[in-house]
């Protein structure tokens, strides 16, 4: 049977259970949905498709449909609230419950997954081990970041790495980067990304006073530009961005992990209109 808890979209369930059902029951229909539930049928078909959202009133009828418990119920409703979100903190918001409410194996790795980016640290110890051996003296590790984290938080930090295969101990009992690359391709990332984002911005402010200009570059343009020419820079950004890759790979004397931020966003509105 189709598992509610394997799904983090409301609609790919929906789906996926449709079609269950279906396979059983040839005379379960959109139709036979939709009447239960109060809506046409071609309303189903859009809420599935994702041109239409679920409204708070359908969601006890299409549980009921589809023989949903009470737990199961709980986590479609809150499916729901993560996918018809509007702002970034309500999605950060629900998706923190309902990986908190689902603990299948798959969530659980997931859970993880999102962890890795809610502190700037956890990137930045597998960027430092890259050149610094660390054994299992966490207090010197912590030491190492600037600022200094706790060593409670540099165990974390390394358990976490571990678990998710981005680390890996040596035949000397060291801990080293392994191949694995860490990637932000799911949609549930855009919201933890810019918690991460936010984190080296605050930072990065914060390098102004920490660190001398030799150790450091901060600069800042002001511009006007139009939508074609904000276009072109940030396909130069993006460029840059691959060349410094580059400038690391080729690097055989590294010894300092540093943070690269490239930040740029409107500071006006557009005179050619409103919300332009």
């Known amino acids: 049977m189709v598992s509610i808890f394997s799904f983090l979209n409301y609609r790919e369930f929906l789906k996926a259970a449709y079609e269950e059902h279906k396979s059983q029951n040839p005379a379960f229909s959109y139709r036979f949905i939709a009447r239960r539930v109060g809506i046409n049928a071609s309303t189903f078909v859009r809420i599935v498709q994702g041109r239409r959202n679920l409204t708070e009133k359908m969601i006890a009828p299409i549980c009921g449909v589809f023989k949903l418990g009470k737990k199961e119920s709980a986590y479609f409703e809150l499916l729901v609230n993560l996918d018809q979100a509007r702002s970034a903190n309500e999605k950060k918001l629900y998706f923190e419950k309902a990986i908190s409410f689902n603990k299948c194996d798959a969530m659980l790795l997931l ?26 003296d966490y207090d010197k590790l912590a030491g190492m970041l600037a600022p200094s984290i706790s060593p409670k938080q540099a165990k974390r930090a390394i358990a976490l790495l571990l678990r998710l295969g981005l680390i890996k101990k040596d035949s000397h009992g060291c801990f080293r980067p392994t191949e694995k690359i860490v990637t932000t391709g799911e949609n549930w990332r855009s919201f933890a990304i810019a918690n991460f984002q936010k984190s080296t911005i605050a930072l990065a402010g914060e390098a102004i006073e920490r660190f001398v200009p030799e150790d450091r570059d901060i ?14 820079v940030k396909e130069k950004i993006q460029a840059l961005r691959k060349e410094i890759l580059e400038v690391e790979n080729m690097d055989a004397e590294r010894d300092r992990v540093y943070q690269v931020n490239f930040q740029i966003f409107p500071m006006s509105k557009s ?6």
Not at 124 to 133: D, N, P, S, W
């Open 111 to 136: 859970a993880d997954h999102y962890a890795l980016f809610q502190f700037w640290y956890y990137i930045a110890i597998r960027e430092l081990l890259g050149h610094y051996r660390f054994c299992g």
């Open 219 to 232: 600069s800042t343009l002001t511009v006007n530009l139009s939508a074609k020419g904000i276009g072109m």
């Open 271 to 276: 005179s050619k209109g409103p919300g332009r």
